[in-house]
């Protein structure tokens, strides 16, 4: 069963301090894996996305990182600020080449970034 | 990137009454929507897979009777629920598919929050 876990559920830190958020992941066949940035009452966007010979990529202050051996991803934020006060979600896609695709979304984790 | 829309944003309604959300790709054409509901601290589940122009294909345990779908054009997809219940209470979003986009990648809407009181 295709599964994506994350780590921690929540987290709270002060405004300037960096995070890490994980996720690992067991979906075959691997496709793709990106982070998505969902505030509270709104859709999720895309942050990075991520191929299997992928092993970092940026998007400002965010940086995932993926290692496809140990089927784990990270996010890391630096300089956090209030505005990055959201769930960030975890999601594998797998496709296969009759062009079955799914989507296995992780249960997120809920950053809080205080003053 | 791509935009895509939800109407409405919110909605309550009486118990027994029928709600339409609709789901709009802005700038690009979706042959594939799809639907998800989430509930309060949990992620996103899909309900369905809408295909323009022909019928959608629900997740196990969605009933199709309850949720109808219709996806008449390559931009627009609607979700119906049909005589709502309290525990048909939930943030559904769609989101839609670019297949001429690099990842082939699926684009989120804003959300819709449905009250059924």
């Known amino acids: 069963k295709n599964q994506v876990e994350q780590s921690p559920q929540s987290l709270i830190i002060l405004e300037g301090k960096n995070c890490t958020l994980q996720?690992?992941?067991?979906?075959?066949?691997?496709?793709?894996l990106r982070w998505y940035k969902q505030d509270t009452g709104r859709g999720p966007v895309s942050l990075t996305i991520m191929t299997f010979s992928e092993n970092t990529k940026s998007n400002g202050r965010y940086t995932a990182t993926l290692d496809a051996d140990t089927k784990q991803s990270s996010l890391h934020i630096t300089a956090s600020q209030l505005s990055d006060s959201a769930s960030y979600i975890c999601v594998v896609r797998s496709a296969t080449n009759f062009g079955n695709e799914k989507l296995t979304f992780g249960t997120g984790t809920r950053l809080t970034i205080i003053p | 990137g791509a935009v895509v829309s939800q109407h409405p944003s919110r909605v309550i309604c009486k118990s027994g009454t029928s709600v339409k959300i609709e789901c709009r790709s802005l700038d690009f054409q979706a042959t594939t929507m799809f639907w998800y509901r989430q509930f309060p601290k949990q992620s996103l589940m899909l309900m369905a897979t809408s295909n323009e122009g022909s019928k959608a294909t629900y997740e196990q345990g969605v009933e199709k009777d309850k949720f109808l779908i219709n996806h008449a054009s390559l931009t627009l997809s609607t979700l119906t629920v049909t005589s709502a219940h309290p525990e048909d209470s939930s943030f559904y979003i769609c989101?839609?598919?670019?297949?001429?986009?690099?990842?082939?990648?699926?684009?989120f809407g804003p959300g819709t929050r449905l009250t059924v009181l």
């Open positions: 989101s839609a598919r670019d297949f001429a986009g690099s990842y082939n990648e699926q684009f």
């Open positions: 996720c690992n992941y067991t979906v075959s066949p691997f496709s793709n």
